[in-house]
T-cell receptor, first 114, second 111 residues
């Protein structure tokens, strides 16, 4: 799986958009970009994933650059409950009958400030 | 909708005691099930995975075992806990070719 680079920490004011960057310059053509977050002492929570097109769901938007070497997770209106460690992972999708080790890097500690 | 239950949330056990952590999934059938351990540096290590009842694959040799007695039930066990078994244990499930969804985790402290 390709390696990712994320800032160690970020702050965001409540109600503002949180933009979390991720660099994945060694991504290969069949690898997707996944985002998870982990609130302290809880299990990781899947947020969103994409291959090359921008994606949006009820939680966030994912913007992937045209060369796919970087991406940005956008939380449009951050709340205090969005304070968590956010992980950017690049890999091929899980396949039936084959579990893959999910390698979470250090992630970005997002702190939403009141 | 699908939900995953994992319990207990925290557990303190003496060295040499047995362990049983349970995980159940609702709202789906024949899920792939996984047990992970999360190290202090936030990395997730896959311990076991199962693609069906009675089908268990172990990723790393260790003091733990897993069983899947029912389609949506996955159990992590040990006959005798070691201090090194302390950690944060996560159960996860996935439908075919899509994302993994995690339980809330169990913080195990072996004393």
């Amino acid at each position: 799986d390709a390696k990712t680079t994320q800032p160690t920490s970020m702050d965001c004011a409540e109600g503002r958009a949180a933009n979390l960057p991720c660099n994945h310059s060694t991504i290969s053509g069949n690898e997707y970009v996944y985002w998870y977050r982990q609130i302290h002492s809880q299990g990781p929570q899947y947020i969103i994933h994409g291959l090359k097109n921008n994606e949006t769901n009820e939680m966030a938007s994912l913007i992937i650059t045209e060369d796919r070497k970087s991406s940005t997770l956008i939380l449009p209106h951050a709340t205090l409950r969005d304070t968590a460690v956010y992980y950017c992972i690049v890999r091929v999708p899980l396949s039936s009958g084959s579990a893959r080790q999910l390698t979470f890097g250090s992630g970005t500690q997002l702190t939403v400030l009141p | 909708s699908q939900t995953i239950h994992q319990w207990p949330a925290t557990l303190v056990q003496p060295v040499g005691s047995p362990l049983s952590l349970e995980c159940t999934v609702e709202g789906t059938s024949n899920p792939n099930l996984y047990w992970y351990r999360q190290a202090a540096g936030r990395g997730l290590q896959l311990l076991f995975y199962s693609v069906g009842i009675g089908q268990i694959s172990s990723e790393v040799p260790q003091n733990l075992s897993a069983s899947r007695p029912q389609d949506r039930q996955f159990i992590l066990s040990s006959k005798k806990l070691l201090l090194s078994d302390s950690g944060f244990y996560l159960c996860a499930w996935s439908p075919s070719r899509t994302e993994a969804f995690f339980g809330q985790g169990t913080r195990l402290t072996v004393v």
